[in-house]
């Protein structure tokens, strides 16, 4: 559950709701922290490998290695606070540095790698949607495909898989009785946007699953018919 926690701003007092579980957040605003998080990673390795090449005493290589994971520590926190409060970055100087640190240490869990709970279910919006692991066997195995060939377009997307998860699932995770209806897919993607991400998590494991039990299989079926 989320944390209420009282922000001192100079003379202003501001109480502030900081997320600590999966279920605390959705996809979309898990989706800009993370591309928040990997554009200072990938700043940082740009920086990283620049000196890396260079013709440098190890030590003096070591130490600037160091200080650049030191100083993009420091903006990546400041980056996660004022985009958690709400405080632009310039008023950020005027917050205790201690309680920059409660919230940075507050969303910590947020960055540990999710372990499945095999829901097979969630309600949404007053409506309960069938998980794919119980929807499957009224899917076609062209709408499991489709879904499954949005992943191509990832590396193109701003936001990486947090883009493609609302589409996969506005196609594979239904309603009781519910057909499958292309024209519906947009939006319910854009509702699924708001879906928390236990939930979503949940979709992407067995998605990974089902994928690599069908690339097994698949595998198996050409090593066969090559023998023959």
């Known amino acids: 559950m989320s944390i209420t926690i009282s922000i001192k701003q100079g003379q202003d007092v501001m109480d502030i709701d900081i997320p600590t579980e999966w279920k605390d957040i959705n996809i979309e605003y898990w989706s800009r922290m993370n591309t928040i998080i990997t554009s200072h990673q990938k700043k940082s390795e740009l920086q990283k490998n620049y000196y890396k090449d260079k013709e440098l005493d190890l ?18 926190n400041k980056d996660i606070f004022s985009f958690i409060t709400g405080i632009s970055k310039e008023n950020i100087m005027n917050v205790e540095y201690s309680q920059v640190q409660n919230v940075i240490s507050l969303i910590e869990k947020l960055t540990e790698e999710y ?3 095999g829901l097979k279910s969630f309600d949404f919006e007053g409506e309960t949607y069938m998980f794919p692991s119980e929807m499957l066997r009224q899917s076609t195995y062209g709408e499991f495909i489709e879904s499954t060939q949005l992943d191509m377009t990832i590396e193109n997307m701003k936001n990486g898989m947090y883009d493609v998860l609302p589409e996969q699932m506005a196609i594979l995770c239904r309603k009781d009785g519910e057909k499958y209806d292309e024209d519906l897919v947009t939006e319910k993607a854009i509702k699924f946007k708001k879906l928390n991400m236990e939930v979503a998590f949940e979709f992407a494991f067995f998605l990974t699953k089902r994928s690599e039990m069908l690339l097994k299989i698949s595998n198996t079926y050409l090593e066969r018919k090559e023998k023959v």
């Open 115 to 117: 372990k499945p709970k």
């Open 59 to 76: 030590d003096i290589i070591e130490n600037t290695l160091s200080d650049i994971e030191f100083k993009d520590g420091i903006a990546l």
